[in-house]
């Protein structure tokens, strides 16, 4: 089975801050990657699909980066309203997600 | 609108079984990949099982050995998930979710899953 391992698993920030989240395959899954937003209570919703494509409806200030092995989402300035847990998802191979990474207000 | 409406959780002891359903509408659920996926209370979220649009490809996840079982009835709108010999470490919000298919921009291509549930909580305690 693929492994996904996200980094941090949790991190603080303040409003306006660029914020890195990096996933990492245990095998190359091209650009089979995915990454949701989760909100306490509510089912995960979709940010970046296929590694950097942007998901309709998405505010720009999210993007995704990478191939093979190793990826990013950025929020390049962020906003109330992005304080949630982020999973990045691998489709190569059935579907695994990383454990998540929580971003708290600083 | 797509509608994922997953019921049938509750409360079970430990070696019980449960029965999980998901109602689709708003989409030709006859064409489109189904899963479910899970997550345990202040846990992150856990791929359970796929099956394709025929039933014909079924995968579950390794920890699952071999409990559960995933179907689908196309002509009834309806995905299943039946667990069998239930622990505590299944307790768990239990999603249904829809497969977009292959979706592909100028440089790459993912399935993602691009409709969910609300979800139904299973626990499983003595």
């Known amino acids: 089975d693929i492994q996904m391992t996200q980094s941090p698993s949790s991190l603080s920030a303040s409003v306006g801050d660029r914020v890195t989240i990096t996933c990492r395959a245990s095998?190359?899954?091209?650009?089979?990657l995915n990454w949701y937003q989760q909100k306490p209570g509510k089912a995960p919703k979709l940010l970046i699909y296929?590694?950097?494509s942007l998901q309709s409806g998405v505010p720009s200030r999210f993007s995704g980066g990478g191939s093979g092995t190793d990826f990013t989402l950025t929020i390049s300035s962020l906003q109330p309203e992005d304080f949630a847990t982020y999973y990045c998802?691998?489709?190569?191979?059935?579907?695994?997600f990383g454990q998540g990474t929580k971003v708290e207000i600083k | 609108e797509v509608q994922l409406v997953e019921s049938g959780g509750g409360l079970v002891k430990p070696g019980g079984s449960l029965s999980l359903s998901c109602a689709a509408s708003?989409?030709?659920?006859?064409?489109?990949?189904m899963h479910w996926v899970r997550q345990a209370p202040g846990k992150g979220l856990e791929w359970v099982s796929s099956?394709?649009?025929?039933?014909?490809?079924?995968s579950y996840a390794d920890s699952l050995e071999g409990r559960f079982t995933i179907s689908r009835d196309n002509a009834k709108n309806s995905l299943s998930l039946q667990m069998h010999s239930l622990r505590a470490e299944d307790t768990a919000v239990y999603y249904c979710?829809?497969?977009?298919?292959?979706?592909?921009?100028?440089?790459?291509?993912?399935?993602?899953?691009?409709?969910w549930g609300q979800g139904t909580l299973v626990t499983v305690s003595s």
């Open positions: 095998q190359s899954i091209s650009t089979y």
């Open positions: 979710a829809k497969d977009s298919g292959i979706s592909c921009s100028s440089t790459s291509c993912s399935y993602y899953f691009d409709n």
């Open positions: 998802q691998q489709s190569y191979n059935t579907r695994t």
């Open positions: 099956i394709s649009r025929t039933s014909s490809y079924i």
């Open positions: 296929a590694a950097s």
């Open positions: 708003g989409f030709s659920f006859s064409s489109y990949t």
